[in-house]
């Protein structure tokens, strides 16, 4: 029941630019806030950017005015358009959903997780 996936990661030169997308499936009933978040090699993850299901956006400082998040509610896929991008943006990109799942005549919320997509920025 439910899960995410996400793609669009790559090899880019600093400067450039990548687009991940996580799609949502799986008896959804519902999908409330949505985020990207990362994590390099030897830290900790790292909140980059949620969305509410009104379309509320928050973003970590480090990312402010070079990325921007985005949903399209019906096709229940999360966006992340990085650009400018720099080194330091090097990561692992996980995808999180706070979904509502439909189960026979119930209704299950829960925190889902994708598989991450590495993004790598050469300077």
């Known amino acids: 029941q439910g899960h995410l996936v996400e793609s669009g990661g790559g090899l880019v030169q600093a400067g450039g630019s990548l687009r991940l997308s996580c799609a949502a499936s799986g008896g959804i009933f519902s999908i409330n806030t949505m985020g990207w978040y990362r994590q390099a090699p030897g830290k900790q993850r790292e909140l980059v950017a949620t969305?509410?299901?009104?379309?509320?956006?928050n973003y970590a400082d480090s990312v402010k005015g070079r990325f921007t998040i985005s949903r399209d509610n019906a096709k229940n896929t999360m966006y992340l358009q990085m650009n400018s991008l720099k080194p330091e943006d090097t990561a692992v990109y996980y995808c999180?959903?706070?979904?509502?799942?439909?189960?026979?005549?119930?209704?299950?919320?829960?925190?889902?997780w994708g598989q991450g997509t590495q993004v790598t920025v050469s300077s």
């Open positions: 999180n959903a706070d979904i509502t799942v439909i189960t026979g005549p119930h209704l299950y919320e829960y925190d889902y």
């Open positions: 969305i509410t299901s009104g379309g509320s956006t």
